[in-house]
Antibody, heavy 121, light 107 residues
């Protein structure tokens, strides 16, 4: 079964750090571009970061640029998001998501169940 | 940045009725538009990509149409399990990948 499972969420104080992980299974992880998307409580979906296979580029939303770092370990079939200098507005469920068909220009076809990050004092 | 705007924000329909959801992009995205369904407490699920292609396992009552800047998701006969929030997403011009604000389909 093709699956993504996030972990690492929790409660953290403003200014703190957290590292999210996304474990992939059921497909050849190294061949796919991957993303992080978040959803604040009661709000819509917001793209956070992408790591593209085709172009080997990394992109960040302006709201997290300079604070978040996306990375992957193909040997461990895992995607990561290092989050530093966290703010209250970073409070959200964080999803990892795969871009379909081993491309960069396509929809997000597989999503994890999400991990909750709460930034509060 | 391409802005994607969905309407209406909330759509009240009865089971068995037809529902049409709209998504408008601030500039052309060709046919590089997807629709997702999200139920409470669940992750989004890909329904439609390429503006009109159903993802694997998506029932035929879901259909997508449009190109350029105007897109529609149609649910031909609403089932109880279809009551959810639907998001459109453009993947033509990035970064950023942008989502609409969502349309809630309710009874």
């Amino acid at each position: 079964e093709v699956q993504l499972v996030e972990s690492g969420g929790g409660l953290v104080k403003p200014g703190g750090s957290l590292r999210l992980s996304c474990a992939a299974s059921g497909f050849t992880f190294s061949r796919y571009s991957m993303n992080w998307v978040r959803q604040a409580p009661g709000k819509g979906l917001e793209w956070v970061s992408s790591l593209l296979i085709g172009s080997s580029y990394i992109y960040y939303a302006d709201s997290v640029k300079g604070r978040f770092t996306i990375s992957r370990d193909n040997a461990k079939n895992s995607l990561y998001l290092q989050m530093n200098s966290l703010r209250a507005e970073d409070t959200a469920v964080y999803y990892c998501a795969r871009i379909k068909d081993q491309g960069d220009f396509d929809a997000f076809d597989i999503w994890g169940q999400g991990t909750m990050v709460t930034v509060s004092s | 940045e391409i802005v994607t705007t969905q309407s209406p924000a909330t759509l009240s329909v009865s089971p068995g009725e037809r529902a049409s959801l709209s998504c408008r992009a601030s500039q052309s995205v060709d046919r590089n538009l997807a629709w997702y369904q999200q139920k409470p407490g669940q992750a989004p699920r890909l329904l439609i990509y390429g503006a009109s292609t159903r993802a694997t396992g998506v029932p035929a009552r879901f259909s997508g149409s449009g190109s350029g800047t105007e897109f529609t998701l149609t649910i031909s006969s609403l089932q109880s399990e279809d009551f959810a929030v639907y998001y459109c997403q453009q993947y033509n011009t990035w970064p950023p990948w942008t989502f609409g604000q969502g349309t809630k389909v309710e009874i």
